[in-house]
């Protein structure tokens, strides 16, 4: 049984394999079909990447289950593991699963059902990281030595904890920048951190994080001044101008535009966040085909 939990679990040429066959589905010299049943169990919002399962799922055959978490027994007290439970008793296959907390997955380690981790809390976020893994392979053709910022909320964000761990595991040179309070010192044995013009100039990537509100405290939402963020650690127009001619820009959005970029920056030349949502689906029918793939082995 395989379950897909987190970047960590997986070699540099295990990562490569699965970007390599994401891209053959995305040029379509190749498919994969399974009659597996799929239950899909967000108990955080999402519109990416539950529709881009949600598509991947339909492109290679699978009976998919929606789990609405408002009108299940979640309201009367259910626990996740009896959740998972029933859906594992009444025959689905796989669970694919958004969670707040960071180390949902531990729970469900006795199940026989397999788990694709959809998000876990501040934890990790595997199957973005491997789709931005793929937007930039396709861009430079290599990871070693391809500079990429990570800028913004980065202490909050499960994205960044992922990318931070695969970029430089891949042999790529992580940046770091945004507000200070966002960052935290340990991250450095990933990267350097910079201020954000020396961050923007510098990058071959410019890796923009949405600034996770629903995360912070109290006291911090009360400080937070959109206008403030975005003059000094947004992708402005300016600051724009400063990349380097062959850079692009990524976000995993969604973009709070204005904030983080200039809203005319979401779909500019240097722009690859559209690409990212596409590549979603491509990715994660590479996370499908490997996890069931291993019900075989």
């Not at 400063?242 to 005319?264: C, F, G, Q, W, Y």
Request: hydrophobic share 40%; proline share 3%; with cysteine.
């Amino acid at each position: 049984m395989r379950n897909f939990l987190s970047v960590e679990q997986f070699n540099n040429q295990e990562i490569m394999h699965l970007l390599e066959r994401a891209r053959a589905f995305k040029a379509g010299t190749d498919s994969f079909k399974s009659d597996a049943t799929v239950v899909n169990m967000f108990f955080e919002n999402s519109t990416r990447t539950k529709h881009s399962f949600e598509m991947a799922e339909h492109k290679i055959g699978m009976t998919p289950f929606n789990f609405d978490v408002g009108s299940s027994s979640v309201s009367k007290g259910e626990s996740l593991y009896d959740s998972v439970l029933t859906m594992q008793a009444v025959g689905v296959d796989v669970a694919i699963i958004r969670h707040p907390d960071s180390n949902y997955m531990d729970q469900l380690i006795n199940l026989k059902i397999q788990i694709v981790n959809a998000g876990s809390g501040n934890g990790q976020h595997p199957s973005q990281s491997l789709l931005d893994m793929l937007t930039i392979y396709e861009e430079f053709g290599t990871f070693q030595g391809v500079k990429v910022a990570i800028i913004g909320d980065i202490v909050h964000s499960r994205v960044a904890m992922s990318n931070m761990t695969l970029l430089n595991q891949l042999g790529a040179h992580v940046i770091f920048s945004g507000p200070p309070a966002y960052f935290n010192p340990s991250f450095e044995r990933y990267g350097t951190y910079m201020t954000m013009d020396e961050a923007i100039k510098e990058a071959d990537v410019v890796m923009m994080l949405r600034v996770q509100l629903e995360r912070h405290e109290t006291e911090e939402l009360e400080r937070f001044s959109k206008v403030s963020y975005h003059e000094k650690y947004g992708l402005n127009r300016a600051r724009y101008e400063t990349m380097k001619e062959h850079a692009i820009i990524m976000h995993p959005a969604p973009v709070n535009r204005d904030v983080e970029l200039d809203s005319e920056l979401v779909e500019c030349e240097k722009s690859r966040i559209v690409q990212q949502m596409s590549n979603g689906v491509y990715a994660r029918i590479a996370i499908l085909e490997w996890v069931l793939e291993g019900r075989y082995e």
